[in-house]
């Protein structure tokens, strides 16, 4: 499917600065690149394929031609509300998939949208620092719309948007929508709102978790998106990033 090109693109989101590459090493590196350089807030980069995707934890993230969104969006947060751009991202992303109808969404700590616990997208922000000064994030979603997961390690934890849908979805229209819902919560970011609904839609409040050596239950999140951990000895640990696996 070609309904992603740099026609089609710049038309749909005008007036919007965007880039788009029919293939990119990562659409991070290029917004980050563009922010040292000035991009407004707002600057969208956008890619049909990704070479080089980077994933959390310093995995790598496939982006093949034709089958997902990936798309880097430049902010320009104070650098007291750069904890709240992961949730940022990934509210985005949960209002994009509800608005398609998907049932049964919710966030697993941090960031990460699930559809029937399932992982349908990806969300990376890196922030671009002069010294100590902030000088803006590049934030990274990747969404996996008819990527076919059979017979990858990934069958089982990875779901891509059409099939779970059960129709055909145009990526313009989804790219449209999630930077409409990017500046939604843009706008509201340092708020108590923002946080709150991002922790009301988390899926790990409540369970037993383990993510690295800790292993507990996920009891609450803090302003800042780290998750307080009760350990088995009792110790309430405060994790900052990690993957969680339930039990
Ligand atoms: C994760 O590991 O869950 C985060 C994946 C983030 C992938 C997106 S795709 C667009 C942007 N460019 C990148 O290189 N990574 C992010």
């Known amino acids: 499917m070609t309904e992603l090109s740099a026609e089609t693109v710049q038309r749909r989101l005008a007036p919007r600065a ?13 917004a980050l690149e563009w922010l040292r ?6 600057s969208a980069v956008i890619a049909d394929e990704q ?4 994933g959390r934890l ?8 034709g089958v997902a969104l990936a798309v880097s969006v430049v902010l320009r947060p104070e650098a007291a509300q750069v904890a709240q ?3 940022l991202g990934a ?4 209002d994009l998939l509800e608005g398609t109808g998907l049932n049964d969404l919710g966030i697993k700590w941090p960031n990460d949208v699930q559809v029937k616990a399932r992982k349908i997208c990806g969300v990376l922000p890196e ?10 994030v590049a934030l990274g979603m990747g969404v996996n719309v008819r990527m076919d997961f059979t017979g990858t390690e990934l069958e089982d934890t990875a779901i891509s948007l059409e099939p779970a ?62 998750l307080l951990v009760r350990d088995d000895a009792g110790t309430l640990r405060r994790l900052l990033a990690g993957d969680v696996a339930f039990g």
């Open 37 to 42: 350089t000035g991009a407004a807030a707002g």
């Open 165 to 226: 849908l059960g129709r055909w979805v145009n990526r313009l229209d989804l790219l449209e929508s999630l930077l409409d819902r990017v500046d939604f919560w843009y706008a509201r970011l340092g708020t108590t709102a923002l946080f709150e609904v991002w922790k009301s839609r988390l899926t790990t409040l409540g369970r037993v978790v383990t993510i690295e050596n800790v292993r507990g239950v996920a009891e609450n999140v803090d302003a800042d998106g780290a």
């Open 18 to 30: 965007v880039r788009y590459y029919d293939r990119v090493d990562s659409t991070n590196d290029v």
């Open 51 to 54: 070479m080089k995707g980077r």
């Open 91 to 94: 509210l985005a992303i949960y």
């Open 127 to 136: 922030a671009a620092w002069d010294g100590d000064r902030l000088l803006g």
């Open 58 to 65: 310093g995995r790598t993230w496939h982006t093949p031609p």
């Open 85 to 87: 751009v992961t949730m």
